[in-house]
């Protein structure tokens, strides 16, 4: 068990002793990387919305290559190892650090299921103001990953994901998505969510089959 206080985090069903049941998979152990981490991924992420939306000088493209060049070179000695850097490792940063996954936050997490509460951004754009409908299935599988840990259930690899396209899923919108563990059958953990908006009108759900690792697979 971890030693999170939060209220709204039930981890009394998570047993951290039973990594041998994990198969493969590298033990993930939470970062704390100090107060710089988090305004530098919220920038990071700033960055992403302007890439895909800046309407500029070829000039400015310039300008923001040779300073773009500036920060690769700044950053590319500190390359490190998967499970090495903080990013994907800060649970109290919304999508845990990663700039891979959607900034959304947990909002209720524990053996009866995971919610989490967040806004698609502009670097999330499809078409016509509507989320790509990729990114779904993405902001899903995280979901089905955290409800298969939070139910104390072995780490599982995605076996199967199935999304259903209810409504144009709007950008920069508050939206809530909730999941529930449904069916357990040996390795096998069947699991379900739903993607909402304020008014709980229906965006899209999502059927998927989390089957835990054997001891050789990765």
């Known amino acids: 068990m971890s030693d ?7 981890d009394s069903s998570v047993d951290a002793d039973r990594y041998d049941e994990h198969g493969g998979f590298p033990k993930v152990v939470t970062a704390d990387p100090g107060p710089n981490f988090a305004p530098f991924v919220e920038a990071m992420r700033t960055l992403q919305d302007l890439a895909v939306s800046v ?14 060049q500036a920060l690769i ?3 590319e000695p500190y390359r490190a190892p998967e499970l090495h850097g903080p990013a994907g490792r800060v649970p109290s940063l919304p999508g845990n650090g990663n700039l891979l996954l959607p900034p959304w936050s947990v909002d209720r997490a524990g053996p009866a299921g ?5 806004e698609f951004r502009r670097y999330h754009l499809g078409g016509n103001s509507a989320v ?12 089905f ?14 076996a199967f994901l199935h999304v259903n396209y209810r409504k144009v899923t709007p950008l920069e919108t508050p939206l809530l998505v909730e999941g529930t563990v449904d069916q ?3 390795r096998k953990t069947f699991v379900s969510a739903r993607l909402l908006d304020e008014s709980e009108t229906l965006l899209a759900d999502c059927q998927g089959l989390m089957v835990q690792l054997l001891p050789w697979q990765p």
């Open 55 to 68: 309407d500029c000088p070829d000039e400015v493209f310039g300008q923001a290559t040779a300073q773009a």
């Open 184 to 186: 357990v059958e040996g």
């Open 145 to 158: 990953g955290m409800m298969v840990h939070y139910s104390g259930r072995p780490i599982s690899r995605t």
């Open 73 to 75: 070179d700044l950053l």
């Open 114 to 118: 995971v919610s989490m509460r967040g």
């Open 132 to 143: 790509h409908g990729g990114v779904l299935p993405l902001l899903f599988d995280n979901l």
């Open 4 to 10: 999170r206080v939060d209220p709204a985090v039930d």
